[in-house]
């Protein structure tokens, strides 16, 4: 199935003792970029989810949010006894030599953050990351959802315009079906304006070939039938086709530019350009695809 880069997932579920918080949104990226924001004291779990995302995931930019809750009290938070004494000794150096009348109180000293902090055992870390890989696959799978939804909107935009080229394809086709009789005529008028007098029939023939060469068209045609081809086949198959898709895009997108550089007929410079403002279009909605 198709889907779109772009989505949105939320997941809040308890478990073992905690309750898991996490919010997934995805936007457009050429390459796959995670960014991983979490509590302090959780270092270990945040490169954890980036890998796990990475293995998920194959493109576009990944903001998640994780918050964890524990519902019964766990001893995670630890004083650091010794730097508390430090800054004890310390703030009393500066009472003696300054001579204050101000004393020294917990609140004082707390207000040091790196005397009190988290710090996570290894077998909780464990049991946290048991719990939270849950939570991550369920919050994927929805994001994944979300994204499908779109990608269904995108694909039908995507075979719209594909038909429209392909209209737009067969339009130039009959138009170039003309330019040998067209070269003819304007080529044999010129030459009857310069001389009076019989010219060589085969030789005008010969330069009619040769003009008709350097405007023939059918190759370039015949390329743009087998790409957007290529492109049905691809969007029929659901797979992670973005990258190939735009590609094809490109490559369409110059074969109508040289449709335009080789004929000298209006209706098919016009025809080619409005071939090529379909491709705009859809490597536009290309673009969201993962």
């Not at 989810?49 to 930019?61: A, D, Y």
Request: aromatic share 6%; hydrophobic share 40%.
């Amino acid at each position: 199935m198709i889907r779109s880069m772009t989505g949105f997932a939320r997941v809040d579920k308890e478990s073992g003792g905690c309750i898991y918080s996490v919010e997934m949104k995805a936007l457009n990226s050429k390459y796959l970029y995670v960014d991983v924001s979490v509590v302090n004291g959780y270092a270990d779990l945040e490169i954890r989810t980036q890998r796990f995302l990475r293995e998920n995931i194959k493109r576009g930019s990944i903001k998640v949010n994780l918050d964890i809750t524990f519902v019964e009290p766990e001893k995670i938070v630890q004083p650091d006894i010794g730097l508390a004494g430090t800054y004890y000794e310390a703030l009393k150096r500066i009472i003696n030599e300054l001579d204050l009348k101000d004393e020294i109180t917990i609140d004082t000293i707390i207000r040091n953050r790196d005397i009190i902090r988290p710090k996570i055992s290894i077998d909780l870390a464990e049991r946290l990351w048991s719990n939270l890989e849950n939570v991550l696959r369920e919050c994927v799978g929805k994001l994944n959802e979300d994204r499908e939804r779109e990608g269904e909107r995108l694909k039908t935009a995507l075979q719209k315009y594909l038909a429209d080229l392909n209209s737009v394809t067969g339009e130039i086709e009959a138009l170039s079906g003309q330019i040998v009789e067209e070269a003819r005529q304007v080529l044999k008028s010129r030459i009857e304006q310069i001389v009076s007098v019989q010219f060589d029939e085969l030789r005008l023939e010969q330069e009619i070939a040769i003009l008709a060469e350097k405007a023939d068209i059918s190759e370039e045609l015949v390329r743009i039938r087998s790409h957007i081809i290529s492109m049905r086949d691809l969007l029929d198959r659901g797979e992670d086709c973005g990258v190939q898709l735009d590609f094809l895009c490109q490559e369409l997108h110059r074969e109508f530019s040289t449709v335009a550089s080789k004929s000298r007929k209006l209706e098919i410079s016009k025809k080619s350009v409005e071939g090529r403002t379909f491709v705009n279009k859809l490597r536009e909605q290309v673009q969201n695809i993962q």
